[in-house]
């Protein structure tokens, strides 16, 4: 952090039971003060050609310093001359949002990390965050699906950092998990999901490649890591045993439906709360499942967490076939090839959303979709699932191959208590602009869950505020992960836009942008105030010192104008001052100096006053009370005398003169 800034944050903290912070309405995402990321931001990276910076996001509070962090994976970086080994970024937030500095990088040449950079590794293709060890700290799990073990080419591997409070991760507090039983190809860590049952933490790790039963290529598997709760003293992988659309154990039950080649099992996971038992259950896409002769229709499993491990007698098995889901199983949907869990109404058990990406509407194929299923206390049920399409959000709607809902992410980006719905529709094509990609947000409400009122959409070139603009290949919200980077009580919204041209003439570099959650009413990300109402100077001549007080999130760079607007004293005569601007660079909080010029004068008069005011804020900043300042000039000035026949007769009483001596 700069030095700057921590100057600024501990100037305001003294303040901080004086202050008067102009309380949030609604917030939603905005513009607003955005923020982007890329690999040659901070010293930390260099951007270069298909990296693919922004390829998987996921957001934790590593420090646990109550602001979350920014983990953004870089697949395709070049690591000691090994194109595609792959890298993770980690970016800290504070109460200015993310910091901009002291980005860490993490490689397989990373001082303590487990392997060495190898071509095609994909070091950070998948990103997720848990309290694996239990210590109340958020750890990264960091997948690595394309690592050769030996001869076994893209086996795949899962690495830990594990998270202490105060202290930003490190590769000397790390562990990892090579695939325990490696098969060419079975990328293990292609996904990967946190989960906590009432004796276990375990993290769910897809791979989509596995063969299963000598036979089924590509049908997946499902492999966990677990640690015992709470002490977590080792960290148990339980041989090769694996979740398959085939397994059986004879004290678990058996899996519905069957493998078969390419279903990729595996290919999404995601664990939420969905009967409201508090032990997490775990969803499973497979957007490749045939279903009956509907090839790559797409289903998902659901597995009900029970005491160390989950029932297999009880799996949900959804896809659009299932009496009382919206729409039908159609060839290429690939049901389920995203996923994402939240309490969209509110309710104690956590909701499902599931996208289909390839969902073809009847004049666009591939347009996309979203499935929300609802959760209860018997668990996901089909009643009420909602399907939304681009036609259902209005403009913009569904247009071939937009692939609407390919990423989604939660988030409570109002702070209503009810979830929020992120929607990446990466491949939304413009005029001559193809795939530059495209936001979709829906509001949860309670209890009622996700509604098209209010929705939003965000591009890179609308809002107005938005950085950077729409480009050929962008793939805008190809990833998308959600959380409080100011402490302001939003949520907010880091967005992967991995195939970003970068630098003039550089190809997918990669790039990641930041909404941060705002009031619409007013921008109130924060607010501005005169230190006081009142002051009172002297009327000898000199600068007298006067401050503004910035307060809140501090989120935006943020202006105001100071103007003057009345009082008595008259400017030239008896002040000099000219109206201007005060301005905050980004995340600054605390004073803004300004100075008033008092002339004087040799008058005795009444004492004045100059009336100040503080006008057009800029967005993203409030003006709070007090918002205007009098400033009270003291005369200091005795009366003048008063002359009769040239000779002075006094300064104060009544007199009079009789002329001509009578």
Known sequence: MPSSRTRRATLAS???????VLPPATAQLSDLGADILYDGVTPAGTTEDFDAFGGTVAVGDFDHDGYADLAVGVPGETVSGQAEAGAVHVYYG????????????????????????????????????????????DDLIIGVPDEDLGSVADAGMVLVLFGRAGVPLSGEVSTFEDNPCPESGDRYGFSLALGRTSTVAYVAIGAPGRTVDLFHDDAGSVE?????????????????????QNSFFLDLGDIADDAESGDQFGWSVATGDFNADGEDDLAIGVPFEDVGAT??????????????????DNDQFWHQSVAGIVDVAEAGDRF?????????????????????????????????GVHVLYGGVAGLTETGDQFFLEDTLGAGGSENGDHFGAALARGDFDGDGADDLAAGVPDENY?????????????????????????????????????????????????????DFDGNGFDDLAIGIPGEDVDTGGIDEGMATILYA???????????????????FSEEPGNRILFLVREGSGVLSATVDRVLVGGTATAGVDFAYTPSTESWSIGELGL????????????????????????????????????????????????????EDGFESGTTGNWSATIGGV
């Open 592 to 643: 803004e100096l300004f100075s008033v010029s008092i002339l004087g004068d040799t008058l005795d008069e009444p004492d004045e006053t100059i009336v100040l005011a503080l006008v057009d804020p800029s967005a993203g900043l409030a003006i709070a009370s007090p918002a205007t300042l009098t400033i009270t000039i003291v005369d200091d000035d005795l009366p003048a005398p008063i002359f």
């Open 94 to 137: 504070w109460a200015g949002g993310i910091l901009l500095d002291g980005d860490q990088v993490f490689t397989q040449a990373s001082l303590g990390i487990a392997g060495t950079p190898e071509a095609g590794d994909h070091f950070g293709a998948a990103l997720a965050v848990g309290d694996f060890d239990s210590n109340g700290v």
């Open 518 to 536: 705002v009031d619409p009413a007013t921008g109130a990300l924060s607010t501005v105030r005169f230190a006081g109402a009142t002051a009172s």
């Open 224 to 244: 966990f890591l677990r640690c015992t709760i709470p002490d977590c003293a080792i960290l148990v992988t339980v041989g090769c045993f694996t979740v398959n």
């Open 336 to 368: 389920g090839g995203s996923l994402a869990a939240g309490h969209f109404d509110g309710s104690p058990a956590e909701d499902l959303a599931i996208g289909v990406a390839g969902e073809s509407t009847a004049s666009a194929p591939e347009a996309g």
């Open 295 to 312: 090839a790559d229709a797409g289903a998902v499993h659901v597995l009900y967490g029970d005491g160390d491990f989950f029932r297999l």
């Open 431 to 483: 005029t001559g602009i193809p795939n530059g990609g495209r936001l979709k947000v829906l509001y949860g409400t309670s209890p009622t869950g996700l509604t098209v009122t209010g929705h939003q959409s965000f591009d890179q070139d609308l809002p107005s505020g938005m950085p950077d603009f729409r480009e050929s290949n962008d793939f805008f919200a190809a990833a998308l992960a959600s959380g």
């Open 14 to 20: 003294p303040l901080a039971a004086l202050l008067f």
